[in-house]
C-alpha cells in the first residue's frame, strides 16, 4: 500500500492554505518526505507539521471551506515556494490507497 497524501497543518489545527492562480487552496504533498523538503526551502512553513489526508479530514476541510481546492506540490522542483505543481481533485488524494481511502486499510 502507498503512504497517504500530506498537507501542513500548525499545532492549533489551521490548515495551511495559499492562493494559487487566484484561488484558495491546500497545498498535498505526495508522502511525508515530500513535505519536509519543501519546509527546507520555504523557512515561513516551519510551524507547520505534515499531516496525513483522509476522507474524515478532507471532509471537514470541505465543509470548513467550501469551495477549496487542491494543490500537489512539485516537491523535486528547486523553486522556493508552492507554486510549481498541478491541480488534483479530492478523489485523487483519497485514490492513493489499495483500496481507496488508507485509513480505511491501515
Given amino acids: 500500500m502507498n503512504e497517504p497524501m500530506y498537507a501542513l497543518q500548525r499545532a492549533n489545527g489551521e ?3 495559499i492562493e494559487i492562480e487566484g484561488t484558495r487552496c491546500l497545498p498535498i504533498f505526495q508522502n511525508a518526505a515530500a513535505a519536509r523538503r519543501v519546509k527546507t526551502r520555504v523557512g515561513a512553513l516551519m510551524v507547520y507539521l505534515p499531516q496525513p ?12 471551506l467550501p469551495g477549496l481546492k487542491f494543490w500537489l506540490v512539485d516537491d523535486f522542483n528547486p523553486s522556493p515556494g508552492l507554486t510549481p505543481g498541478r491541480w488534483l481533485s479530492a478523489e485523487e488524494i483519497v485514490a492513493i490507497g489499495e483500496d481507496g481511502d488508507y485509513a480505511l486499510t491501515a
Fill in 15 to 17: 490548515w495551511l492554505t
Fill in 53 to 64: 489526508l483522509d476522507t474524515a479530514a478532507l471532509e471537514r476541510l470541505q465543509q470548513r
